[in-house]
């Protein structure tokens, strides 16, 4: 847990210094260069910084342990971080789309050299936010770190039409600036939709992958004295689970045996790493019980 706490808000430091950093950068250069589309692009840095502490507050929320409100934990902070990325994911791509549409009626006023070169900076170096903040968030199954580096990698998207469209405006063709804009934007509203629905799905304990569920299966059939498991069941609580599981074990044996039974499979279900708890429910065991668990 403490490696986890350390690395996701290691993750998250770095979206949002890294956009204080770029945001600062653009606007610098916008404004030197007489670029309106880099200058348009800083202002979109700043909404990654905002998404960034977003994503810092919901995982330090998360940390926090259960109470008597929330007795499974505070997990769902991030999937419900996440889920407001993706809408502010799907409101800068529709804006982006908006100016851009409205630049291919106005015109555009060609920027200096210097625009081009500042962007290809800032490409490279919001790409490698984007994988470093992606491996983080895949090691730790960080939901709202996952859309925050989905968000940085829709910042670089939107930098590589201001690319276009810088480069398009110099050489005379300033019609490629809007028209590269429109295709970003819509690249970045699916990227949107996607994060969205990742996050909706886990809100909403959409089933997990067969994997887990006969992995927990295994290692309850490995138990000592346990005869049959079924009605497994998983709920994600953020980047951790809970498992609800029936196991059938011998009706002769003795209360206490078949709690200690409960205990072990207990034990090595939070073997898992991201199951943090399992409810085991014992049930007894019989040729009749076995038939009828195959029915249905």
Known sequence: MEDRIKLGERGAKVGVFGNIILSIFKLIVGIVSNSTA??????????????????????????????????????????????????????VG?????????????????????????????????EGMTRYVLNIANRIKSPALRADAQHHRSDAYSSIAVL????????????LDPLAGVAVSLIVIKMGFDVGRENVQQLMGTVPSPEIKERIESLTLSVG???????????????YAVVDLHVCVDESLPLSEAHKIAHQVQRKIVEIPEMSSALVHI??????????HIEK
């Open 283 to 292: 049930e007894p065991f019989d040729v009749h019980h076995k038939e009828e």
């Open 225 to 239: 004295g346990v005869k049959m498991v079924h009605n497994i069941r998983i709920h994600y609580f953020g980047a």
């Open 94 to 126: 529709f804006e982006f789309a908006r100016h851009a549409i409205n630049e291919i009626f106005t015109g555009v006023v060609a920027p200096i050299p210097l625009a081009a070169y500042a962007t290809v900076f800032v490409i490279i170096y919001k």
């Open 38 to 91: 880099v200058i348009a692009d800083s202002i979109h840095s700043f909404s990654d910084l905002a998404t960034s502490l977003m994503v810092w507050f919901g995982i330090r929320m998360s940390y926090k342990p259960p109470d008597e409100q929330h007795p499974y934990g505070h997990g769902d902070v991030e999937p419900i971080v996440g889920l407001l990325i993706s809408i502010v994911l799907v409101l």
């Open 164 to 175: 276009v469209g810088v480069v398009g405006s110099i050489l005379y063709y300033p019609i």
